[in-house]
């Protein structure tokens, strides 16, 4: 059951913009389209297109040989009109300010679709971590803050780690805000670890919350998840996370990847098998089985296919050739809007980012109610709530899939891009 053929010829005239590639124009073009089924006027395209403030920062740091090395940061602050601005910092070498504002444009629209009371932000710092020692990551971490400390703050702007950013990055940058400020400020960002303001099931809350919209989609679409087969291209942190869910549910794995490759056996892995190895030797690829490339595991014919890495791996080259009847995008923008239509007219039930990877952040708004109240949940309650309020947001997405005969994803940025609306309307930031 796709439910979804033929509903992507239902668009706007912007894909020119969309043509150019590139997660901003595809977050636009989403933007521009989800509008459109709304009914909406032209301003609030105006105002979500590009993010209220974006702050590029430079700073130095001293490095192990002595020398110093200026370093570029970004913070990018979409919206705020259902909250402070929240989303992850990332340090990748191919960070970009525009792959920073289509990232801020999603955290605002995976915000709303939960009901969480934050608009959207994204931070990143252009630097590649493997490169660098443990000294030179917290001189990286603790520069950053003091670069946008201004523009940061637990009623303002709440950052989360991200890609390559963990929770001792969070540590030191708690530790440095705190610093700064001359109080302790925990609620300033989100994923710290336990005993630092960290709050049961943050770590593995992303890959958790994404199987737990497999599981509703699975259900709905009359898939036995015991025995059913998955793939997933990325062994981060929500990828392994992922892994090891799907597995408990009865999941075949049989393809795991990282940044060097993957490793495909049709009997199965164990994903704690594989971490160990990824830990041991640096990658997935250590595991015995066959070696594929992303390519290759991106178009395997499984049940399950879960991108977890980063943008634009799905795109108008490959998604003729995806052979999974669901994926659920645990990464943030893996498909580009070409192959989101080719995807759609084949039938794949796929389960949008700004739903599949929204269990992260709304562990982080768990943490950050506790520090706010200094009272601290236990592990039940925190996995309760969290697939109370998945379950609760795959329902709403799904129905509004059928009632109007959209894809997942339109429905999905309905339900976002209404409250994100209506929120500016009763602020006075859009006319009657
Ligand atoms: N970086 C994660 C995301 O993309 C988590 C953000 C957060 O917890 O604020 O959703």
């Known amino acids: 059951m796709g439910g979804v053929t033929g509903q992507a010829s239902v668009r706007q005239g912007d894909d020119r913009e969309a043509d150019l590639g590139g997660p901003l ?18 301003e ?98 603790r520069g950053y803050v003091r670069a946008l400390a201004e523009v940061l703050g637990p009623d303002l702007d709440i950052p989360a780690p991200d890609v390559y950013t963990n929770e001792q990055v969070m540590a030191w940058m708690v530790d440095e805000f705190s610093r700064l400020r001359g109080r302790n400020v925990p609620g300033v960002m989100t994923g710290k670890p336990m005993g630092f303001g960290g709050s049961h099931g943050r770590t593995e809350a992303t890959g958790l919350g994404c199987v737990f919209t497999v599981i509703e989609a699975a259900e709905r679409l ?138 992260g952040v709304t562990v982080s708004y768990f943490e950050w109610v506790q520090n706010l109240t200094s009272l601290y949940w236990t592990p039940e309650e925190v996995r309760d709530r969290l697939g109370r309020m998945m379950r609760q947001a795959f329902a709403e997405v799904y129905d509004l899939h059928r009632e109007r005969g959209v894809t997942m994803r339109d429905a999905a940025y309905m339900v976002a891009v209404r409250r994100v609306a209506e929120a500016m309307r009763v602020r006075g930031w859009l006319g009657e």
């Open 222 to 359: 009359g898939i036995d998840l015991k025995g059913a087969t998955a793939a997933i291209q990325g062994f981060g942190n929500a990828g392994s996370y992922a892994a090891r869910f799907l597995h408990q549910a009865g999941v075949r794995v049989v393809a795991v990847s990282d940044s060097r490759g993957g490793v495909w056996n049709p009997d199965g892995l164990d994903p704690e098998e594989v971490l160990r190895h990824k830990k041991a030797e640096g990658s997935v690829i250590a595991h015995p089985g066959r070696i594929i490339s992303n390519e290759e595991l991106l178009e395997l014919e499984v049940d399950i296919l879960i991108p977890a890495a980063l943008e634009d791996q799905i795109h108008a080259g490959n998604a003729s050739r995806i052979a999974a009847r669901i994926v659920a995008e645990a990464a943030n923008g893996p498909t580009t809007p070409e192959a989101d239509e080719v995807m759609a007219d084949r039938g794949i039930f796929v389960i949008p980012d700004i739903l599949a990877s929204a269990g």
């Open 25 to 42: 124009a595809a977050a636009r073009h989403q933007l521009r389209h989800t509008i459109g089924l709304l009914g909406l006027g032209d």
């Open 44 to 141: 609030v395209y105006q105002l979500l297109k590009s993010p209220v403030r974006f702050v590029e920062v430079t700073f130095p740091v001293r490095m192990d040989d002595g020398t110093t090395r200026v370093f570029t940061g970004y913070r990018s602050q979409h919206n705020d009109a259902l909250g402070p601005f929240k989303g992850g910092i990332r340090f990748h070498p191919a960070v970009t300010p525009d792959e920073v504002k289509a990232l801020s444009i999603w955290m605002t629209m995976k915000c709303s679709l939960l009901g969480l009371p934050y608009g959207g932000g994204k931070g990143g710092v252009v630097c590649d971590p493997k490169q660098l020692s443990t000294r030179e990551i917290e001189a990286v971490s």
